[in-house]
């Protein structure tokens, strides 16, 4: 963090020898390894801000990075599996959580991450049960209910959030795909010729939100659907490979609706509603730390030179933010059955 905040970190990155990920051995040590060079990479391109970024990643940079993620299935860059679901360890023995890595905006880039946390903790009930009990949806219902709401401590972590520090971790997070500040991508040094055009972490890349929608026979249309598929590459293979299988299974809407039993319709639809609230609180959050806080940096003239502008339209992951936000919340809201069942 102090690196970036110093701008001292091209520097020293450039300065690196190349070092070879051939010992580390378990799935553990990769991951690690994949988020730090992950952080290190998106402190390296936009350390001096959006008006220049570094358009090379050194090869002592690139090349242990494209090997580790090559071993792990993954992209090299920073993904939403490693700044939210391998960024964490325990502060203390009653289970309270800090991050391993941040970007430079102290406690509210720190509550960026851990809200995204929380919300995937609480969404792992119904993950597990999802996966053991699919044929009997009445035992799945409660779980999936409870774990599609934010909870109080959502709202508590953004809370203290320091609306123009907001716009640090915003900034770092960002991709070299859909990004006009990168139009053709990051070359990587000892990787390719070519630049290579990835996108930044992403909610969208969420593996627990897009079981939900598998499970529940949720289908974003167009380019919204198209996003959110292109998404999965940005995940573990497992995790894809969960949805996957998920989205291959008999649908469960359609098994409902040749049931016609009030209950079963009456449960589906609780989970569906759940899960149209935290897209409903997840839109009303980025309008008011995200568009409201751009709007105002646009008037007065944004201290990040012209990120405000930017964060404004365009998600970490590239997406059209409030349309993708929008669309996705309407797509869900069409899956509820509406239909009288005798």
């Given at each position: 963090?102090?690196?970036?905040?110093?701008?001292?970190?091209?520097?020293?990155?450039?300065?690196?020898?190349?070092?070879?990920?051939?010992?580390?051995?378990?799935?553990?040590?990769?991951?690690?390894?994949?988020?730090?060079?992950?952080?290190?990479?998106?402190?390296?391109?936009?350390?001096?801000?959006?008006?220049?970024?570094?358009?090379?990643?050194?090869?002592?940079?690139?090349?242990?990075?494209?090997?580790?993620?090559?071993?792990?299935?993954?992209?090299?860059?920073?993904?939403?599996?490693?700044?939210?679901?391998?960024?964490?360890?325990?502060?203390?023995?009653?289970?309270?959580?800090?991050?391993?890595?941040?970007?430079?905006?102290?406690?509210?880039?720190?509550?960026?991450?851990?809200?995204?946390?929380?919300?995937?903790?609480?969404?792992?009930?119904?993950?597990?049960?999802?996966?053991?009990?699919?044929?009997?949806?009445?035992?799945?219902?409660?779980?999936?209910?409870?774990?599609?709401?934010?909870?109080?401590?959502?709202?508590?972590?953004?809370?203290?959030?320091?609306?123009?520090?907001?716009?640090?971790?915003?900034?770092?997070?960002?991709?070299?795909?859909?990004?006009?500040?990168?139009?053709?991508?990051?070359?990587?040094?000892?990787?390719?010729?070519?630049?290579?055009?990835?996108?930044?972490?992403?909610?969208?890349?969420?593996?627990?939100?897009?079981?939900?929608?598998?499970?529940?026979?949720?289908?974003?249309?167009?380019?919204?659907?198209?996003?959110?598929?292109?998404?999965?590459?940005?995940?573990?293979?497992?995790?894809?490979?969960?949805?996957?299988?998920?989205?291959?299974?008999?649908?469960?809407?359609?098994?409902?609706?040749?049931?016609?039993?009030?209950?079963?319709?009456?449960?589906?639809?609780?989970?569906?509603?759940?899960?149209?609230?935290?897209?409903?609180?997840?839109?009303?959050?980025?309008?008011?730390?995200?568009?409201?806080p751009g709007n105002y940096a646009q008037s007065v003239g944004c201290p990040f030179r012209g990120v405000g502008t930017a964060l404004n339209t365009t998600g970490t992951g590239g997406s059209n933010l409030m349309v993708f936000l929008k669309s996705v919340r309407n797509?869900?809201?069409?899956?509820?059955?509406?239909?009288?069942?005798?």
């Open positions: 963090t102090h690196l970036i905040e110093s701008r001292k970190l091209r520097d020293l990155v450039d300065k690196m020898p190349v070092l070879s990920p051939d010992l580390l051995s378990d799935h553990r040590e990769l991951r690690l390894a994949h988020l730090a060079l992950g952080f290190i990479s998106m402190g390296y391109v936009w350390q001096e801000g959006q008006h220049a970024p570094a358009e090379i990643l050194p090869k002592a940079l690139a090349l242990p990075f494209w090997l580790v993620s090559r071993r792990l299935g993954l992209p090299p860059i920073l993904t939403y599996a490693d700044s939210v679901l391998a960024n964490w360890k325990l502060k203390d023995p009653t289970g309270n959580m800090d991050l391993i890595f941040s970007f430079p905006g102290g406690d509210t880039c720190r509550g960026f991450f851990i809200v995204s946390l929380l919300v995937e903790m609480a969404a792992s009930p119904g993950i597990m049960v999802s996966i053991t009990s699919f044929e009997v949806f009445l035992n799945i219902s409660l779980a999936f209910s409870i774990s599609l709401f934010p909870g109080p401590q959502t709202v508590c972590a953004f809370a203290t959030c320091n609306l123009v520090m907001l716009f640090k971790p915003l900034t770092l997070t960002r991709g070299w795909r859909d990004n006009p500040m990168l139009p053709r991508g990051v070359l990587y040094e000892g990787v390719s010729d070519e630049p290579i055009l990835l996108s930044g972490g992403s909610a969208a890349q969420s593996s627990a939100i897009q079981c939900f929608d598998a499970l529940l026979c949720i289908k974003h249309e167009e380019e919204t659907g198209a996003f959110l598929t292109r998404m999965r590459d940005y995940m573990p293979p497992a995790h894809r490979q969960l949805i996957e299988t998920l989205s291959a299974c008999p649908p469960l809407r359609d098994f409902i609706l040749s049931c016609s039993n009030s209950d079963l319709c009456q449960a589906y639809n609780s989970c569906v509603s759940a899960l149209v609230d935290l897209r409903n609180y997840h839109l009303n959050t980025v309008t008011k730390y995200v568009i409201i797509t869900t809201q069409k899956a509820l059955i509406l239909e009288r069942l005798s």
